[in-house]
């Protein structure tokens, strides 16, 4: 079996047919971890055996964030400080997990408590550009085919981003729809959980289970297939910003090539302005990041400072000098923006946006600017990262799509029919 042929859908729909056994799918995924991660590193950890559960994830290799707890495996969250950690119990993600029958492959690369220090984890497809973070591993992983689905977090731009530059679909849903239960925080009126997966598909199968929790829609072909219809062409709000121009000239092409697909496919485009401009949502956005985070870090920082990085350490110092007033005016900043947001996309069925300033830099320890993530994690909408394109240097390029508050199921159709007009081919790493 080539596990990187097999997506979440494929071997759910195989393991109910008969036709592939669990341990032979990991089996299949170990064998391909232990080729690749020699020079991947989504992995910082991988236990030396598995067991395969029962169930309707039976034998499908789930990555998860090593900010996400296991019991049975360290959660190390980036940091040397928790480098021997074993938590006492799993996350509550984790519990869904076992409770379908799923198999945690391994722990995934962070970067540091998921900000900005990054880990080894390089591109899936050029090792000496970053995969993105700050869930750097998850990414990686399911762009390598080593697992079908992994799980991150974005507090900022860390499911977007790395999706973007390594070529596979990211969905962040809206704020609060899965537990954050036994994730360590980093923002906690930020922060998100979401998913990587191969295909839009895959990723809307990942949120019935995980966030709406209706395994019922997978029983079988037929009842996936009731469930998830496909979508008639939209129309779309397209949101470029004050920003359009941090972006390279490459990622500005495969936008505008991506609008002409979409519109010669049927759907209508109309060209709109957020509320509040993009320099001030992301002031807002870090400001509300820094201080939340400075909160949670500071007894680190004055008990173990040796145990922190330059990067945790600039971070809770921001956070410190954030005052209440301009936490709380950067608050009442979102709280606006959400409603003017929801008035503003009423009439349409989700929002076109570029979800990076372009291709994955080179080099491993910047991993990547969120300008253009920054607005949607703070309003807590549905935002979704799907493979449009490539750059000159032969390195993914994304697309981003967001909806109002509560829209993922529709805006998952919206965005698998976008997928099939823009027919992206990944190929296969080796």
Wanted: charged share 15%.
């Amino acid at each position: 079996m080539e596990i990187q042929n097999y997506g979440l859908r494929d071997i759910i729909f195989a393991h109910q047919a008969g036709n592939v056994k669990p341990d032979t799918v990991i089996k299949a995924a170990s064998a391909r971890a232990d080729a690749l991660e020699r020079w991947l590193q989504a992995f910082c950890y991988r236990p030396s055996s598995y067991e395969t559960g029962e169930g309707l994830l039976g034998g499908v290799p789930i990555g998860v964030k090593d900010i996400i707890a296991t019991a049975d495996m360290p959660t190390t969250n980036g940091s040397v400080y928790y480098q021997h950690h074993v938590p006492e119990a799993d996350a509550w993600i984790v519990k869904k997990i076992k409770q379908y029958g799923g198999t945690v492959f391994g722990k995934t690369v962070t970067t540091e408590f998921a900000w900005r220090h990054a880990g080894p984890t390089v591109n899936a497809w050029n090792r000496l550009h970053t995969p993105g973070g700050s869930s750097s591993g998850s990414a990686a992983a399911v762009a390598a085919g080593l697992v079908p689905l992994a799980f991150g977090s974005q507090t900022l731009g860390s499911i977007i981003r790395p999706a973007a530059f390594n070529g596979v679909v990211g969905f962040k849903p809206s704020f609060g729809s899965m537990s954050l239960e036994g994730v360590h925080p980093l923002a906690a009126s930020l922060d998100h959980l979401g998913f990587f997966t191969r295909n839009v598909a895959d990723a809307a199968a990942a949120y019935a289970l995980f966030a709406a929790q209706t395994p019922d829609v997978l029983g079988s072909e037929a009842a996936w297939q009731a469930h998830f219809p496909a979508a008639a062409p939209p129309t779309f709000a397209v949101i470029r910003t004050e920003a359009w121009g941090k972006a390279d000239r490459e990622q500005q092409a495969d936008f505008d090539a991506a609008l002409a697909k979409l519109r010669q496919a049927g759907a209508i485009l109309h060209e709109v302005s957020l509320p509040v401009d993009s320099d001030a949502i992301f002031a807002a956005t870090l400001s509300i990041l820094q201080y939340e985070a400075a909160r949670i870090h500071q007894s680190l920082i004055a008990n173990h400072p040796e145990k922190a990085s330059d990067i945790l350490h600039q971070l809770v110092a921001n956070g410190l000098a954030v005052t209440d007033a301009e936490y709380n005016a950067a608050k009442m900043l979102q709280k606006q923006l959400k409603a003017d947001f929801e008035a503003l996309v009423a009439p349409y069925d989700a929002v076109l946006t570029l979800p990076a300033l372009g291709a994955a830099p080179l080099g491993l320890a910047f991993t990547g600017d969120s300008t253009f993530c920054a607005a949607w994690s703070l309003m807590g909408v549905p935002a979704l990262s799907i493979p449009s394109g490539w750059s000159g240097s032969k390195l993914p390029l994304g697309l981003q799509i967001c909806g109002p508050f509560g829209s993922d199921q529709k805006l998952l159709r919206t965005a698998a029919w976008a997928e099939a007009q823009l027919a992206w081919a990944p190929g296969i790493i080796s």
